[in-house]
């Protein structure tokens, strides 16, 4: 902790940080500095590089957290130099872990005697979480395989090409095959019936998702489970389910106790959910779950001792942070069912606020459900003149980030708005959000129409075109920003930019 | 963030956390509770009970960084809501990330061009980075079998018995065969004249390691790429190198900048580094380097675009916080070259002083080395009358935790003690540390010997159950945090 003071400038601690001559020269980029520098200029210097990042509470783009209590923030910062890994030093800490996975197994109605442990693991994200659980089914899938002495060299999975972009990760870099069901304009989730037909005998299993990346729509776990019992009856293949509960995992137990989609089915084998969307605790924390601990094969966990005592671990971190740990068990028993209940019924009442307030422009399509995620993700019914990327950058002068992307194949040519409602987002500001949005309109009926419209009216199956799909759009976007930055300037030039920059 | 206050016991605010009913009930363990409590009452009881959690200022087993300058801790609150992935939202943290990147590939001599940006990432910790860079391997490799026309179902992967976990996790979870070059007695790490003999021709990758997690030395890494590149030249195999540099990454090029390791030898393609080591962060921050593009396949590149713009990622995390990378930011311009120089000065030197004053007792053998990670690693001479084991055990008592462990095939029958000198573990606390092994010793030396006299195996579960008969018999109090 003893550093020897910079023989150069020792006196220019003693001057006042914007004083000092480190605010005068650029800050290093691409090699570390030969020098010291004092602890205040390096805090005040990245401290105010970061005053341009965006504000994380108006990044309406995102599910994860964004606020959590001043109690909680106390928490984090006591426990930011624990490294969780280390389980025989921290016992508390890992008990916490144990408790959140038996609390969250048995809120997903996993089949538990009382006093049964859970089979389960926190991790750092869902990513983390989907691929344990992928990892699990391939090896089952192979065990199976080699027994019946048939070939185990090409696995697949199934699921919709909704599936958000860890599903990919994980058919890649483990190579499994992804076998995706297509969406269709007005369907924007896996059909149960196709991704049924799709299972054939090299499939480890069958992907659904609760709460849609895109239109926060659930998917019919039930059906699917139904269908695809009946097609394990003929077969005799034993395909399971894993739900992807990133998002739904703490919104359908609370607000939708009735819908069954977890361990109730029996094909569900594993399920996981963020921890830090709406289980309401801070990026970095994930949680999966297993049936049984038939269904986690014992030769994926490993056992260390060189911490000093013997150790199981089954993740693919190490060394990370306790504090998600810690604020994750905080938050389930300070709110408990009640309190994450009333938290959602809150979301929800203000999703609706949203979407009643963007219904009564006339200008929108509501592309989400009312149940499912709490978030509205709408189109624009007249995307000739102006599109929703348009709407997007220019919500972005008001301090509002709203993505806006196009649906995958086969809606392509479906481009949305969306706005996810977390806990933090107050019936005030969703008003505000719409007040907004018809100042943008307004702004954009002003403008001419964009050159391109034509060209981004175009569907990948259209013949028309004498370009192929994919260098249009690409083309098209370019120059739709291209036209939107010259108007923006145009218009600057006219009048102050209004609220937050 | 309006929560709907408990309508039972309404009064319950106005009570101190101590005075309410929820210190009487114990807490929920395996369900959810039914209601909700007051914030101040849920901070109080997971407070209290994580007081009896270890310091982890006197984990002594860990490499991982405990400590960090208030100014810092200041950054990390006000990034903790930051989700690190939304790069379009947050672009100066994602600027942070790249001058990380670019400030260590030039450290460790990257070839990169002045204003060429260098290729590699942050991640989690040393664990992802190790699996994306082997990721990599692994996928080089195969698609040059296949352009060959050769099979390319078994590749594996050539390492000391002395690797992290995290190579046998990458190798098990991605279908890699783990060829362990084994150790033996007096000598620790990876031999290079073994490793490569076991380089075939599906090979991936010789993965070496700067600074071993069990005694700390740094692997002969130049040593290898010339018997490496020999071996090439014979087989035409083209085999390259990774260096897991989770802890040497941070040392070597501050105080042994002439050792060659790094991408100064031509067959290192990746390197990774912990920055929760000895880059002086908080747990949850790895980094690993690629030499060039050539040496990262596109094809594991992802684009995504849900979030609203284009954003290319490799990782295997998505979402995940933006403290880590804010601080080791910090960390590297505010201490700069000069700064982590100090540091890693102060901390030899206090290894040192810890080496001799356990050489001291003459009841210990030194396995690591001088040159190397700031850590001593000691066994017991004469192990007939009690073990590693149990004097890390008493140790427990004054406050300090202390691992025993034994080493890997074939040296199995060592059993060690290391201590990990961090940047906060000063001059005072390693002379406290001696006097303490000391005591620990005179204490033991008064016991009553082992029944089994056999000191080639260590059971570590008969040896503890002594341990705690004897702590019952020996009926003292506990000094220090216990």
């Not at chain 1, 800050?27 to 205040?40: M, W």
């Not at chain 1, 479906?414 to 806990?423: D, H, K, M, N, S």
């Not at chain 2, 070597?252 to 990774?272: C, G, H, Q, T």
């Not at chain 2, 010997?449 to 503890?464: G, L």
């Amino acid at each position: 902790m003893v550093l020897s003071k910079t023989t150069s400038q020792t006196d220019v601690s003693v001057h006042s940080t914007f004083a000092s001559r480190y605010v005068q020269c650029s800050l290093p980029r691409f090699k570390i500095p030969e020098n010291s520098i004092p602890k205040e200029a390096a805090f005040q210097i990245i401290n105010d590089e970061l005053m341009l990042d965006g504000n994380p509470r108006l990044n309406l783009a995102s599910f994860v957290t964004t606020w959590m209590e001043p109690e909680c923030d106390k928490l984090i910062m006591a426990s930011i130099n624990k490294n969780y890994v280390d389980m025989d030093e921290y016992p508390v800490t890992t008990e916490l872990q144990n408790r959140c996975v038996n609390m969250i197994a048995h809120m997903f109605n996993a089949p538990l005697g009382d006093g049964e442990a859970a089979v389960g693991v926190g991790t750092v994200g869902s990513s983390e979480a989907i691929m344990l659980a992928g990892l699990a089914f391939k090896r089952k899938w192979q065990n199976k395989m080699k027994q019946l002495g048939k070939p185990h060299d090409k696995p697949n999975i199934v699921t919709g090409a909704n599936v958000q972009v860890c599903w990919e990760k994980f058919a890649r870099y483990f190579e499994v095959e992804l076998k995706e069901v297509k969406l269709s304009d007005g369907y924007y989730v896996m059909d149960p019936e196709k991704a049924v037909e799709m299972v054939d005998e090299n499939t480890i299993c069958v992907a659904a998702i609760l709460g849609s990346t895109l239109n926060g729509e659930f998917e019919d776990v039930k059906k699917l489970n139904d269908l695809l019992m009946k097609k394990n009856e003929e077969t005799g293949w034993d395909t399971p389910i894993h739900v992807d509960a990133a998002s739904g995992g703490f919104i359908a137990p609370f607000l939708y106790p009735e819908l069954e989609w977890d361990f109730r089915l029996p094909l569900v084998k594993s399920i996981n959910v963020s921890g830090h969307k709406y289980g309401l605790v801070y990026a970095g924390i994930g949680w999966v779950i297993w049936r049984s601990k038939e269904d986690l094969p014992d030769e994926l966990i490993f056992h260390i001792n060189y911490l000093g005592a013997d150790q199981p671990t089954f993740t693919l971190n190490f060394s990370k942070g306790s504090s998600q740990v810690i604020a994750q068990y905080y938050q389930l028993i300070r709110l408990g069912y009640e309190g994450y209940r009333n938290i959602m019924e809150n979301c929800q009442e203000n999703a609706m606020v949203l979407k009643e307030g963007l219904e009564k422009t006339g200008r929108f399509n509501i592309v989400s459900k009312d149940n499912g995620v709490p978030l509205v993700a709408f189109s624009l019914k007249d995307n000739s003149r102006h599109n929703e990327f348009e709407v997007s950058d220019m919500l972005r002068r008001f301090g509002w980030i709203v993505p806006a992307y196009t649906m995958p194949p086969d809606a392509q040519h479906v481009t949305v708005l969306r706005v996810v409602i977390r806990e933090d987002f107050s019936r005030t500001l969703a008003e505000r959000l719409v007040a907004d949005i018809q100042k943008v309109l307004q702004e954009l009926d002003l403008l001419p129409a964009r050159v391109t419209e034509k060209l981004a009216a175009t569907t990948a199956t259209t013949a028309v075109e004498e370009h192929p799909p994919a260098v249009i759009k690409k083309t098209a976007i370019e120059v739709q920003r291209e036209i939107t930055a010259a108007w923006r300037k145009m218009v600057a030039d006219k009048k102050k930019t209004n609220g937050v920059c | 963030m309006v929560v709907t206050t408990t309508k039972s016991s309404s009064s319950e605010n106005l009570q101190c956390a101590f005075a309410s009913r929820y210190v009487r009930t114990s807490l929920p363990k395996f369900k959810i509770p039914e209601k909700a409590m007051p914030k101040e009452a849920a901070y109080q009881i997971v407070n209290d009970e994580l007081m009896l959690d270890g310091n982890p200022r006197l984990n002594l087993a860990s490499f991982v960084t405990t400590w960090m300058e208030p100014e810092c801790d200041k950054l990390i609150m006000a990034s903790v809501n930051k989700n690190y992935v939304d790069m379009d939202e947050y672009p100066v943290t994602t600027e942070l990330q790249n001058r990380c990147v670019n400030m260590i590939a030039h450290l460790f001599n990257a070839p990169v061009g002045d204003d060429e940006t260098a290729i590699g990432v942050g991640t989690i910790g040393s664990s992802e980075a190790i699996m994306l860079a082997g990721l990599a391997f692994k996928r080089k490799w195969q698609a040059k079998r296949k352009a060959q026309g050769k099979p390319f179902d078994k590749p594996n992967i050539v390492t000391g018995a002395n690797v992290q976990v995290c190579w046998e996790k990458f190798a098990r979870y991605f279908e890699v065969e783990l060829k362990e070059v084994k150790l033996r007695e007096g000598y620790y790490v990876m031999d290079p004249v073994k490793a490569v003999e076991m380089v075939d021709e599906n090979t991936i990758c010789v993965a070496a390691i700067l600074g071993s997690t069990l005694t700390g030395e740094f692997e002969d890494v130049k040593l290898l790429n010339e018997l490496l590149s020999k071996k090439n030249e014979e087989t035409g195999w083209d085999t390259p190198i990774h260096v897991d540099a989770a802890s040497g990454g941070f040392i070597a090029p501050f105080i042994y900048p002439e050792l060659e390791w790094d991408f100064r030898l031509p067959l290192v393609k990746s390197i990774n580094v912990s920055g929760h080591k000895y880059g002086l962060v908080y747990a949850g921050v790895g980094w690993v380097v690629w030499r060039s593009k050539e040496d990262l396949p596109d094809e594991l590149v992802f684009h995504i675009n849900y979030l609203g713009s284009d954003q290319p990622t490799f990782t295997l995390n998505f979402s995940k916080g933006s403290s880590q990378i804010i601080a080791q930011y910090y960390q590297l311009i505010r201490l700069g070259v000069e700064g982590y120089k100090s540091i890693m000065e102060n901390c030899t030197s206090n290894a040192k002083l810890l080496k001799e004053g356990i050489a001291r007792t003459g009841k210990f053998n030194i396995l690591s080395k001088d040159i190397g990670v700031p850590l001593v690693t000691f066994s017991l001479k004469d192990t007939t009358k009690y073990t590693v084991f149990q004097i890390s055990d008493y140790l427990r008592r004054f406050g300090w935790i202390v691992p025993a462990y034994t080493m890997p095939p074939d040296a199995e029958h060592i059993a060690v003690l290391r201590v990990v000198i961090r940047e906060d573990f000063n001059h005072s606390l390693a002379e406290r540390l001696v006097s303490d092994i000391e005591r620990v010793i005179k204490e033991l030396e008064e016991l009553p010997p082992r029944a089994s006299v056999e000191a080639a195996k260590v059971i570590t579960e008969t040896q503890r159950e002594i341990c705690s008969y004897w702590r019952k018999i020996s009926d003292k109090k506990c000094n220090g945090v216990c």
